[in-house]
């Protein structure tokens, strides 16, 4: 999958249809692949735009009237009881237990502001725990993964700069990515060190756009997992044999 485009693979990753070891191989590829996360981009922008794809109808008057009357308060509406939540209460008890807690907070707190507010507080809970499964699900699909990642972190000469190198299982392939870089001027281009026994070898020359972001698909004398670690300098445009310029990114592995 590294080596092959996933180009049909791609609208089904963006609207998030695929099964969790299609999306892993898609996620694999992504990583080294420029061309495919552009691709990516284009039908995330187009997918986030189809809930506004239908026409708009107004609602019904009634209906107004309706959500009003379900959210009344009792003690000013005779006859009216307020919805029950145990349903809600229930499900997160059982399913999301570390979040119980923080939803029996949220609720108690507004409970004597009305109803409604404790339907809100529920709403918000659910979301949170939705936002926080996916994002370990992400988690674990990265730490599932066989490849080696390297976190580089800027120095004084780039603060805000990060980096993380990606090199498979094998080490024979590797792709650094960076973020939070200053752009450079035509005359220069950042360089990448490759650290072994004290010796520096190139990894290769690239550039950052204007946002600061750049990849590179990194060139090294053998295995990438033989060198104990990385530096990102900044050289004259064709490269040095050795660091001369500022280093603005390093890290070790």
Known sequence: ????????????????CLDEEEAFQVEAHLVVCAACQAELEDY????SHLGLAAPQVPPPTRL????????????????????KIGAPESWLRMKIPVLWGLY???????????????????????ALAASNLVWWNQ?????SSEFHLVALKGTGNAPNASGIMVISQEGMAGTLIVDGLPALGTAQQYQLWLVKDGKRFSGGL??????????????APGSLLNFSSFGITVEPTGGSPG???????????
């Open 139 to 143: 988690v674990k699909r990265v730490q």
């Open 243 to 253: 660091p001369t310029g500022a280093k603005v990114l390093g890290g070790n592995l």
């Open 44 to 47: 995330q922008a187009t997918a």
């Open 206 to 219: 690239f550039y950052v756009g204007q946002n600061g972001y750049g990849m590179l698909a990194v060139q």
């Open 104 to 126: 029996h907070s949220l609720a108690a707190s507004v409970r004597n502001t009305g109803p409604i507010w404790v339907g809100v507080s529920v709403l918000l809970v659910i």
């Open 1 to 16: 999958m590294i080596g092959a485009h996933v180009t049909e693979q791609i609208p089904a990753y963006a609207l998030d």
């Open 64 to 83: 107004k009237v309706s959500i009003l009357r379900s959210v009344e308060d009792p003690q000013t509406a005779p006859g009216k009881t307020p919805q």
